[in-house]
């Protein structure tokens, strides 16, 4: 009796061993440079079906994230941040589970899209959430469909919404702490809220790039253009964090230039916790190299320029973020854009609404960053000074990204 007991526990180990698998990932900090909440992802194309997910270093829990990016209903990335300090080595541990559910952690970032709905009692606190909202073309109002005009999301330190129209705008939320709010104002905040310490709308951007939209470029007037016409345009949410959040801008039958084949496009935002600076990926559905593009940051009003001229272009400027002058206060904002270099084509001379990257992809995929300072906050930069060196010194930290090895 005893050994078929031995037996069956036996059987069992094997089992459960059979639904896991480990390994180690090694991560090195090449730089003389501090870095924090660095993002650390992991393809899972090769680990079959993962469920769960447990990232141990030295011990101790690291918290992690599944994400199933192309929405098939399962997970094919795993991330998780890593805190180094310079020229710094460490070793995670990575134990996939074919069963089970993602383990919880605190959420350190936010994303959401609304509905209007006008039933409400408290004006800004709209309540039918969705995922995914997708309108024709010739859709007569789609900026006005969602609450706060598009998918908004956050980390600590910043706060977007893309407007859901043509110009695909990237409007901004200045904060005073850092913290998550956009949950309990919607970007629209309350004056009690204000009271509290909340942020607020920081930027008027109109047609403009606001901060680094992604619009079509016209060769011979040597202007953007906007994303239109289009057969179909779309805004998901494909994660909600709680380390990252990734949402996706969708344009089918973009007739992105005259006289060439149409594109579909899509615009991945991924915003990571502990960044201000957010990630841009642009996908096409064909070659688009033969076809110019553009982006850069609005002119504000006033504002000091700062171009490396390799791809890194910005401003520090104040104005009312609001046609409202009598109820806003004017606002103070450093704006950035980073393309690489092999992206570029050229750099035209400000004018009175942008500054202006042409950029070019290479085949049908390229990558670009933004980011932007709010002088309200009591974590930033209050200097165009500062903002330009911080400028400088992101480039220096994304070009020396950490060394991932599993």
């Not at 078929?4 to 480990?22: D, E, K, N, P, R």
């Not at 180690?24 to 997910?53: R, T, W």
């Not at 953007?224 to 959040?245: A, D, F, N």
């Not at 990926?281 to 553009?294: M, T």
Request: proline content about 4%; glycine content about 6%; aromatic content about 10%.
């Amino acid at each position: 009796m005893k050994r078929i007991i031995m037996l069956m526990v036996a059987t069992v180990t094997i089992a459960v061993h059979a639904q896991q698998t480990s390994f180690d990932v090694k991560v090195e900090n090449p730089s003389k440079m501090q870095k924090g909440d660095q993002p650390v992802v992991i393809s899972l194309k090769n680990y079959g079906q993962v469920s769960s997910a447990l990232v141990m270093e030295n011990g101790r829990e690291v918290p992690c994230q599944l994400d199933d990016i192309d929405q098939d209903e399962q997970f094919d990335e795993l991330c998780f941040l890593a805190d180094l300090s310079a020229k710094e080595k460490k070793t995670y541990s990575v134990t996939l589970y074919q069963q089970g559910e993602p383990r919880p952690y605190p959420a350190r970032v936010y994303a959401e899209m609304l509905m209007r709905n006008d039933k409400v009692k408290e004006k800004n606190k709209h309540n039918n959430f969705i995922q995914s909202i997708t309108v024709r073309g010739d859709c007569a109002n789609s900026y006005n469909l969602q609450h706060h005009h598009g998918v908004d999301f956050e980390s600590e330190l910043n706060g977007i919404r893309i407007y859901f129209d043509h110009r695909q705008t990237i409007d901004l939320y200045g904060k005073f702490h850092k913290r998550l709010e956009l949950q309990a104002t919607q970007f629209y905040t309350s004056k009690e809220q204000k009271e509290q310490g909340y942020g607020d709308d920081v930027l008027w951007v109109g047609n403009t790039f606001g901060l680094g939209a992604f619009r079509g470029w016209d060769q011979q007037a040597q202007q953007p253009t906007m994303i239109e016409p289009v057969k179909t345009r779309t805004q998901r949410v494909i994660s909600y964090g709680p380390l990252r959040t990734i949402v996706e801008v969708i344009d089918q039958g973009w007739q992105a230039e005259k006289g060439k084949p149409a594109l579909n496009m899509t615009l991945r935002y991924t915003q990571y916790a502990g960044h201000r600076d957010t990630d841009v990926d642009v996908f096409f559905n064909r070659d688009a190299s033969s076809y110019q593009f553009s982006t850069g940051v609005i002119n504000v009003k006033g504002s000091t320029e700062y171009s490396d001229h390799q791809g890194l272009r910005g401003c520090w400027g104040t104005d009312y973020p609001s046609t409202d002058t009598v109820n806003w206060k004017r606002e103070t904002v450093g704006l950035a854009v980073l393309v690489p270099k092999a992206n570029i084509v050229t750099e035209p001379a400000a004018n009175k609404d942008n500054y202006t990257l042409v950029v070019r992809p290479q085949g049908e995929h390229m990558t670009y960053k933004i980011a932007y300072c709010s002088a309200n906050e009591d974590f930033g930069y209050h200097t165009a000074a500062e903002w330009f060196e911080w400028m400088k010194a992101w480039r220096k930290d994304v070009e020396q990204p950490v060394i991932v090895k599993y």
